[in-house]
């Protein structure tokens, strides 16, 4: 451990290697209203930390929450190594404030993973200034002052107080330049379920989410989108509507200006929108119908973009875009040549000398998001500052987007994460926001935009439609002497050309294609892997049965060959984690004790740094499948809370057998045929499985993501045991559509 010399001289080291842990020391003055009113009483140690003199302990969640629990996990590693009781703290959610938080977003199963020494540090480092204080005050060394939930003990004297005693008197404290972080083994809160801190208050119904925002004198806006991809706004006639009752006004609203170059995230569904601002959500809905919108076709164009620094042009077709001329796209495209990702040995030569050849093709529609809360913001833009409320997984990446547009500095611009009803990638795109903004800054007044479900799936931002073709080569012994994946979509390919089996196979050989869209999409819980998963352990069961071996066994075999004699350079995975899962679930589910008559399908993956397999047991019912139990492994390093994680983990079991069965969005003439859940047809409560049982590899490497992991090898399980039941393999989803030709 090395204190620092001086403040100045940490938060310049500080900037550099932390991305700004500790500028939070002298951040209180930057604080919003609450903080600000109760800024007399509260000690700021850190941006993450405050103390109150009776002891009282605050600890800022930086990230959104959106139901993965991040606001109860996060603050508990905060809380481990600042050695606090955890019935003394309280938690807040933070503002979004990139200068004193790092990485306030959620996705790709990165939060708890990227912060967690971060916020390790910021415990740790709030700890070690309250025993230098109190070192000081009780003229005694500071290697004599040890902790215990928000104690400071002074064992040769028998001097105690509390953190809050002292946290005066430590915010004055240089701050470290290095602390010494817990032992493992010494955790008390990290690794112990905690309940949600905010489960009274959903159980209660209390106001959480961005749709529950109110602001006196706010009015409602919502949008009137084109009603088809592939054309734009040409004109409107508000004449009619602006004499409806409670109507204020309506206006063309363009989210980006011509010239303004997007980043990733800022990905939209149209740029040009009709905004209609009146009292009440009924009336505005009811003008909504009413309005008269001419639409005209779009001219094909291209666009640059900076994908985190890299430069990337997307080019967008004009036309009228189908489902069926899609799919008939994607046959001709895979019979292409594609572009060479990895190959690995002998392949041509593989196949030609192969005893038998197995060829199959898979596919995935586009999805729909469906976030149970729909999209919405808050927005009251003034002329030197914006107060923005919302749910939002990436508002870090927004702000910028949104200072460019409305002509502001970040400094000026308030944005306040509220809890999401649902993400699952929707929420990474904020267009709304930036619509929110612009329209509040037209009417001069507080408002709150809200789009209805129609409106959200409709014109919304899909997962893009897949396909992916596999052929192996058998030896006369039936060993695997060849593997190639050829896989595309539109508009991305969803291959990960160095997950498994690369390494594992002699002659390997991975390609992909793409074809462009006009129709917008963009990231879906665990992107591109809740395809290829699919496909992939898909593809390894029928493998398996054809090499006449357990499919479990054969999973192993191949990836011990990866251990023994890897093929080729980079591999994606780490084999005996891969292992760990795959012989944890057989041991859970009693695999090897399985009755005939039960119909089990067995899938694992490696995705977002994490292991997860499962065995899902069926049968069907008057024709349909009802899944019984579902028995799982993960492998995500050290638990932080464990009811979040087996919860998290239930999560993405229930939806993946309900997006696998039945989830599916077609386009017709560039109109999405599917406007709400009575024709998007989604998972029902009683079609849950009866059991999931989650198992966890113990590990005590640091974190490796759980958001998304367990969602996409449950969609092969899902197959695998439709196959066990029915007799038929099912290559195509949903899964449902198929069953209808049994």
Not at 420 to 443: C, D, M, N, P, T
Not at 614 to 619: C, P
Not at 693 to 701: K, M
Request: aromatic share 10%; net charge negative.
């Amino acid at each position: 451990m090395k204190p620092s010399t001086s403040r100045r001289t940490f938060l310049k080291a500080s900037a550099l290697s932390t991305g700004g842990l500790f500028l939070g020391i002298v951040s209180l003055p930057a604080l919003g209203g609450k903080e600000k009113e109760n800024l007399d009483e509260w000690t700021g140690l850190n941006a993450y930390i405050k103390i109150k003199e009776d002891g009282q302990v605050i600890i800022m969640s930086p990230n959104p929450e959106g139901g993965q629990n991040v606001k109860t996990s996060m603050p508990m590693i905060v809380a481990e190594e600042l050695d606090v009781n955890w019935a003394q703290v309280q938690i807040e959610q933070a503002h979004l404030d990139v200068k004193h938080f790092t990485r306030q977003f959620i996705g790709g199963s990165q939060a708890i993973r990227s912060s967690w020494h971060t916020l390790r540090t910021a415990g740790a480092a709030a700890r070690y200034m309250l025993r230098q204080a109190a070192a000081k005050a009780w003229a005694v060394s500071f290697d004599e002052i040890s902790t215990a939930e928000g104690m400071l003990i002074h064992n040769k004297t028998g001097k105690r107080a509390s953190y809050g005693q002292f946290a005066t008197a430590a915010a004055s404290v240089d701050v470290p330049e290095e602390v010494e972080l817990k032992k493992k083994k010494d955790f008390k809160i990290i690794g112990h379920s905690k309940k949600n801190v905010e489960a009274r208050n959903i159980v209660m119904g209390k106001p959480l989410f961005g749709i529950d925002e109110y602001k006196e004198g706010m009015q409602i806006a919502m949008i009137v989108h084109p009603k088809a991809f592939g054309t734009k706004l040409k004109s409107f006639d508000a004449s009619k509507v602006l004499k409806m009752p409670g109507i204020r006004d309506v206006f063309a609203v363009k989210v980006f200006n011509e010239d303004f170059e997007k980043q990733f995230f800022d990905t939209l569904t149209f740029n040009e929108v009709v905004a209609i601002v009146g009292d009440s959500t009924w009336q505005v809905m009811q003008a909504k119908k009413a309005l008269e919108v001419i639409w005209e076709p779009i001219e094909s164009y291209s666009e640059s973009r900076s994908m985190f620094g890299r430069q990337t042009t997307m080019h967008i077709p004009s036309g009228l875009e189908s489902s069926t001329d899609h799919y008939k796209m994607m046959e001709q495209r895979a019979g292409e040549k594609a572009q060479v990702q990895r190959e690995d040995g002998q392949v041509a030569e593989a196949f030609a000398s192969a005893a038998k050849i197995v060829e199959r093709t898979y596919l995935g529609p586009y999805l729909a998001h469906n976030c149970m809360e729909p999209m919405n913001f808050f927005a009251h833009v003034t002329a030197d500052k914006a107060e923005l409320a919302g749910p939002l997984q990436k508002p870090e990446f927004t702000e910028q987007a949104l200072s460019a547009r409305i002509g502001m500095p970040l400094e000026n611009i308030d944005i306040r994460i509220t809890r999401l009803g649902g993400g699952f990638g929707r929420r990474s795109y904020a267009h709304w926001l930036i619509e929110a903004a612009l329209i509040s800054q037209k009417v001069q007044a507080p408002i709150k935009l809200v789009y209805s479900r129609e409106d959200d799936m409709t014109a919304g931002i899909y997962r893009p439609t897949y396909r992916a073709d596999y052929r192996a080569a058998f030896d006369a012994q039936y060993k695997l002497i060849g593997f190639h994946v050829k896989a595309g979509g539109i508009p991305e390919s969803p291959l990960a050309a160095h997950r498994f089996p690369a390494g594992a196979v002699e002659n390997y050989l991975a390609e992909e294609w793409t074809i462009d869209t006009n129709l917008t999409t963009g990231s879906f819980r665990a992107p591109r892997s809740n395809f290829m998963a699919a496909a992939e352990q898909s593809f390894l069961d029928e493998l398996a049965e054809i090499a006449g071996k357990d499919p479990i066994d054969f999973r192993l075999e191949l990836l011990q060959k990866s251990i023994d004699e890897p093929v080729g350079g980079q591999m994606d995975y780490e084999p005996e984690r891969y292992m760990g899962v795959l012989k944890l679930v057989r041991e859970k589910s009693n695999w090897d004790a399985r009755k005939k008559n039960e119909n089990l399908g067995v899938s694992a993956y490696f995705s977002h740094n994490t292991y997860a397999a499962h065995v899902l047991e069926l049968t069907m019912e008057k024709g349909q499948p009802k899944v019984k139990n579902v028995c799982t492994a993960i492998d995500c390093g050290l638990l932080i809370n464990p009811d979040a994680a087996v919860n998290m983990t239930q999560g993405a079991v229930v939806d993946g057998i309900g997006t696998g069965l039945y989830g599916k969005l077609s386009v017709n003439r560039g109109v999405p045929e599917s406007q709400n859940f009575d024709t998007y047809r989604m998972i029902r409560m009683q079609e849950a499985p009866e059991k999931i049982d989650v198992h966890f590899v113990e590990s005590e490497i640091d974190p490796t993501g759980m958001g998304e992991p367990a969602y996409p090898p449950i969609f092969g399980a899902l197959a695998n045991a439709l196959y066990r039941a029915t007799g038929k393999r099912f290559y195509n989803q949903p899964f449902v559509d198929e069953l209808e030709d049994l």
